[in-house]
């Protein structure tokens, strides 16, 4: 009597144990992990730069435009664009500066980079990872979406090979 009773416990603690683990995951197979996408800034600064949608080209004709008219508020107001606009792309694409900005023009599409990189998130950088939280570089996904040239997919390659400048550095060449 006294086997039956522990044989019953110990069927019933299997039975129980079973009926409380996940559905189909398997006692060796491990946890699911988050992935979090992760790009390089200067890459997609460099994309940016090349691409559609950039206004560079669009100002210029403003530009000319209010130079052959002779507005010098326009040809003014044009100029300091340009100039911010320099260097801020400047900051991007030799520095580690966020390129939310850049970005917004793709955003939309980030939800077929997610499913095409099979990740859960896509963030800048992350500063810490929990051991079942995987980082993937999702950049050169990124970069695909601003339509990039063979010479420019080079350039964006080619810059993540190197070290991201100093702001401080990336100053000193604008004040020369």
């Known amino acids: 009597m006294f086997r039956i009773t522990i044989l019953s ?42 691409s559609d949608f950039n206004p560079v080209d669009e100002k210029m004709k403003q530009y000319e435009a209010a130079m052959a008219a002779g507005d010098e508020s ?35 599409r980030f939800p077929e980079i997610a499913e095409q990189t099979d990740v859960d998130v896509i963030a800048f950088e992350c500063n810490y990872l929990a051991r079942d939280v995987e980082e993937v570089d999702i950049t050169m996904a990124l970069v695909s979406l601003y339509d990039p040239s063979p010479k420019t997919l080079k350039t964006a390659r080619e810059v993540m090979k190197h070290e991201p400048i100093s702001l401080e550095e990336i100053e000193r060449h604008h004040e020369h």
């Open 9 to 50: 416990t110990i069927v019933a603690a299997i039975i129980l144990t079973l009926t409380l683990s996940p559905v189909g995951r398997s006692a060796t197979e491990p946890e699911a992990r988050l992935r979090v996408g992760v790009y390089d800034s200067r890459a997609i600064a460099v994309a940016y730069a090349a």
């Open 74 to 108: 326009k040809v003014e107001k044009l100029e300091q664009w340009g100039e911010r606009s320099q260097r801020r792309l400047h900051r991007q694409g030799f520095g580690r500066v966020p390129v939310t900005d850049l970005l917004a023009h793709v955003q939309d």
